[in-house]
């Protein structure tokens, strides 16, 4: 299964706002600290991306199937905060608000 890399890091913010929203009212939180991510991608002409190229995030099972694709590894370093800066908290006291807010339209894409 190929992934888009903007897919898998969208899926880790959608993880990260979910367990925030489980923590509420735990009593205990967590400052989430930076995020190192490491994937093997593999560059695919696309008529329809901007600059003629997409990054897919390769599984494992792709892999072994003897593909003669060319993949690279790519890391990268998120540090997620606030929008407005600060911190990303996973759990909070309860303090009349719920979680990270509304996490409707993030959870499940």
């Known amino acids: 299964m190929d992934i888009e890399l903007g897919d898998a890091v969208a899926a880790l913010r959608d993880q990260l706002l979910d ?3 489980r923590g509420t009212g735990t009593g205990l939180e967590f400052v989430v600290g930076p995020i190192e991510l ?5 560059l695919r002409a696309d008529a329809k ?3 003629g190229f997409k ?3 390769v599984s494992g099972d792709v892999e072994a199937s003897g593909s003669r694709k060319r993949t690279q590894r790519v890391t990268m370093t998120l540090n997620p905060q ?3 800066g600060g911190d990303v908290l996973v759990g909070r006291p309860e303090t009349g608000s719920s979680g990270p807010g509304d ?7």
């Open 55 to 57: 990054a897919w995030v």
């Open 103 to 109: 996490v409707t339209g993030h959870i499940g894409r």
């Open 82 to 84: 606030q929008p407005g």
């Open 49 to 51: 991306a901007k600059f």
């Open 38 to 42: 490491a994937f093997e991608v593999e």
């Open 19 to 21: 367990a925030a929203a």
